[in-house]
């Protein structure tokens, strides 16, 4: 099932990267968690219907927003993603770009949870992967 959760996160990126994120939640179970790095705004754990708010004002507050994939590591029922974010705030003409750590977490019916992680060590260790 891992090469699989790969696949399904590269494609998912792939689309993203294009700014995309019209099939954003389809592989998310009703009730996935979504935690945020410590460093983000509105830093925390949201679950369901909060979860998908929180991302998509998320996103709606950039124009040209785009997550691309430069990173994918298999690690059994999680997924490490390193990310490159891209967009403009809105109101602005000043581009802006922040690399983050992803880590899904996937059960047979889907991703479960997606936790956020500024460094990679970070993301490494909550996927059971050393450094």
């Known amino acids: ?7 399904l996160t590269r494609a998912a990126y792939e689309q993203f990267s294009r700014g ?13 968690e979504f935690v945020t790095a410590a460093e983000m705004p509105d830093a925390g754990t949201y679950r369901g219907q909060e979860a998908r708010d929180w991302i998509l004002a998320y996103i709606h507050s ?9 990173e994918i590591i298999d690690a059994g029922d999680r997924v490490v993603v390193a990310l490159l974010q891209r ?6 003409d000043l581009p802006v770009e922040s690399r983050w750590w992803q880590v899904l977490t ?11 992680f500024s460094e990679r ?6 996927a059971g ?3």
């Open 106 to 116: 996937f059960e047979d019916v889907g991703v479960t949870r997606v936790e956020m």
């Open 121 to 126: 060590a970070e993301a490494l260790e909550a």
């Open 20 to 32: 995309d994120f019209s099939r954003l939640f389809e592989a998310n179970t009703d009730d996935f």
């Open 129 to 131: 992967l050393s450094g």
């Open 87 to 92: 967009g403009r705030p809105r109101g602005s």
């Open 62 to 70: 950039f124009d040209g927003y785009a997550q691309e994939a430069t």
């Open 1 to 7: 099932m891992s090469r699989e959760n790969v696949d």
